[in-house]
């Protein structure tokens, strides 16, 4: 059985590059969610996805931040023109889809993004 | 904003029960109180939600209240692995309320 994963673990990238995470959830799950964790406070949603479409997206995810999930499998979560706030562990989650309390998220490890 | 209050941190020796509380007092009727914990540079991990019932599972046991604005979450014979963050989330059951909203949890230390 394997959990969500994500892609890099670790990436470090300098002021103003561009950078892409990639998510795959746990398979045949219909949702997948991005939220960002920074240092020393709780993860905060950033947007998630109902198979291909994306549904709903947080006020923090600036125009700069752009997510995809084309085939309703795998997600990726590209940052433009990085800055150094934009420094945190981004976290994806997935669920099944189901409606009421069986809906739960299962979290991937994490992808922390250092920009010098 | 995050609807529930947890200690900042907490203490617990090794294979004593860890009890961590968590108050909710303004949790409506249609919402679930769900734990999840993160141990240090980990993705947070899943233990376990419930609504008005006490609910037990293999990692813990979850008590809430009768009148359901506080819970406890129970390890019942911590280890050291314990040791993580420790988040107390309420979430509506209506289809469409789907992102978590997490606190700054309960920082769990379990003392060897």
């Known amino acids: 059985d394997t959990g969500v994963s994500q892609d890099p673990r670790h990436k470090i990238t300098k002021r103003g590059q561009n950078v892409t995470f990639r998510c795959d959830p746990i398979s045949e799950h219909n949702r997948l969610y991005w939220y960002r964790q920074t240092l020393g406070q709780g993860p905060e949603f950033l947007t998630y996805?109902?198979?291909?479409?994306?549904?709903?997206k947080s006020r923090l995810l600036s125009d700069r931040f752009s997510a995809e999930r084309p085939k309703g499998s795998f997600s990726t979560l590209e940052i433009q023109r990085t800055e150094q706030g934009d420094s945190a562990m981004y976290l994806c989650a997935s669920s099944q889809g189901t409606s009421g309390s069986t809906d739960t998220q299962y979290f991937g490890p994490g992808t922390r993004l250092t920009v010098l | 904003d995050a609807k529930t209050t947890q200690p900042p941190s907490m203490d617990c020796a090794e294979g004593r029960a860890a009890n961590l509380p968590c108050n909710h007092s303004t949790i409506s009727g249609n919402e679930y109180v769900y734990w999840y914990r993160q141990i240090h540079s980990q993705g947070p991990q899943y233990i376990i939600h419930?609504?008005?019932n006490n609910e037990t599972n293999e990692m813990a046991s979850l008590i809430i209240t009768e009148d359901r604005k506080s819970s406890t979450l129970i390890l019942p014979h911590a280890t050291l692995r314990d040791t993580a963050v420790y988040y107390c989330?309420?979430?509506?059951?209506?289809?469409?309320?789907?992102?978590?909203?997490f606190g700054t949890g309960t920082r769990l230390t379990i003392i060897p």
């Open positions: 419930g609504l008005k």
């Open positions: 996805f109902q198979n291909e479409a994306q549904l709903e």
């Open positions: 989330i309420v979430r509506p059951r209506n289809f469409g309320n789907e992102k978590l909203t």
